[in-house]
């Protein structure tokens, strides 16, 4: 998963009633039923995959791995001919051909590398809204030791299916949701992202404020497990429905405003598309006007949250630092009781702001390691 967001996925999935959630490096262990591996996978707004662990054991020799491949009941989770990925990792071990080790595994499942060609091919790609084309196994060897896992999610999470148009430098889903669960928005409040690109963090707003899980009308790889249970899924699949009822009933006469606005018109463009997809653009006001625009909006203060250009200049225009400044003395006269979220891969020239903007996350996007700093106009 992206670093940094263990915590908030460890969240998740407590109020989810996975109590027994321990944060790992990289990652969130904890045990679950089939219902809640399920529904783990339909909820989890910030992960990245759902794994689970089908094996654990020593091997000094390919012998020795072979022979305790043998021992997993592979036919409960892997379909038998169809393509199958295993990605391996070594470290510190005897066995140190990641190649050869998944070789190894191929042979004793018989499920057979998906051909280069193919893979290099677009047509082959995972499509989060169809049911995926290649099994993940997930393999790790650490000083010996073998951990085996399978993946239960088939496209990453982050891949809602809505986001088809982007912008530049375009937002995953899964740090968006961060960004509002780490700044603490309360979904009843206003949210203003004046720099919105493709409307990312304005749409999983909405469908955090709407109840609605960011997983629905996407397919999961445990729906094609021999041991998948679909009655067990349907039931999952309509305590969402009851959930986003219930939040439906709550809302009724609550205007949440809920805003994405951007100077560039292309980004008007793609968020108003991906909102549809969505189906969401209706709890959407977007706007395009620049961030000198800034105007509160709804009852009472809000957030404003957003993901500011990255580097020295902006679109060959004024200093980031500028940006910046401009951005602070807005917020400061135009929005008094708000507070401001930002994004940025340098937390120093964020101070030109002028705000008193904290640190609520440090993580990576697009291998920019960035941190997330919120504070009061």
């Known amino acids: 998963m992206t670093p940094g967001l263990e915590e908030l996925t460890a969240a998740e999935l407590g109020a989810l009633g996975l109590k027994s959630a321990r944060v790992t490096t990289g990652g969130v262990r904890f045990t679950a039923t089939s219902r809640q591996l399920y529904a783990a996978n339909l909820w989890l707004r910030t992960a990245t995959r759902v794994v689970v662990r089908i094996a654990h054991f020593e091997a000094r020799s390919f012998a020795a791995l072979e022979a305790e491949a043998e021992a997993i009941d592979w036919d409960a989770w892997l379909i038998e001919g169809r393509p199958a990925r295993f990605r391996v990792s070594s470290t510190g071990s005897k066995l140190q051909h990641t ?3 998944a070789e190894r595994l191929h042979r004793v499942t018989g499920c057979p590398p998906m051909d280069k060609a193919e893979r290099l091919d677009p047509a082959f790609e995972v499509d989060p809204l169809e049911t995926p084309l290649e099994q993940l196994v997930v393999v790790r060897v650490v000083h010996d030791e073998v951990t085996i896992s399978i993946d239960s999610s088939g496209a990453p999470l982050y891949q809602r299916g809505w986001r088809q148009d982007v912008a530049k430098a375009p937002l995953r889903e899964s740090l968006a949701a961060a960004l509002l669960l780490a700044a603490e928005w309360d979904p009843v409040s206003p949210l203003i992202d004046p720099m919105c690109g493709s409307g990312t963090i304005a749409i999983e707003a909405a469908l955090l404020a709407r109840g609605l899980a960011p997983g629905r009308g ?10 998948f249970e679909p009655g067990t899924w349907a039931s999952v699949i309509e305590q969402a429905r009851q959930v986003e009822q219930d939040h439906q009933h709550e809302r009724t006469g609550t205007d949440v405003a809920i805003v994405a606005s951007d100077r560039d018109g292309g980004a008007i463009q793609a968020t108003m598309a991906n909102a549809d997809r969505a189906g969401v653009a209706g709890d959407l006001e977007i706007w395009q006007r620049s961030v000198s625009d800034l105007a509160p909006v709804g009852s009472g203060p809000g957030l404003v949250l957003s993901n500011p250009p990255y580097g020295r200049r902006v679109r060959g225009g004024p200093d980031v ?9 807005v917020a400061k ?7 401001v979220g930002l994004l940025v891969d340098d937390a120093a020239a964020a101070r030109r702001t002028g705000l008193r903007l904290a640190d609520r996350l440090r993580t990576t996007n697009g291998g920019i390691p960035v941190h997330l700093l919120v504070g009061p106009t």
Do not use: K, S
């Open 333 to 339: 006269a135009q929005l008094p009781g708000w507070r």
């Open 99 to 101: 190649g050869a080790i």
């Open 218 to 227: 996407r397919a999961f790889a445990f729906a094609d497990w021999p041991v």
């Open 321 to 329: 630092r500028d940006l910046y400044a401009r951005l602070g003395a």
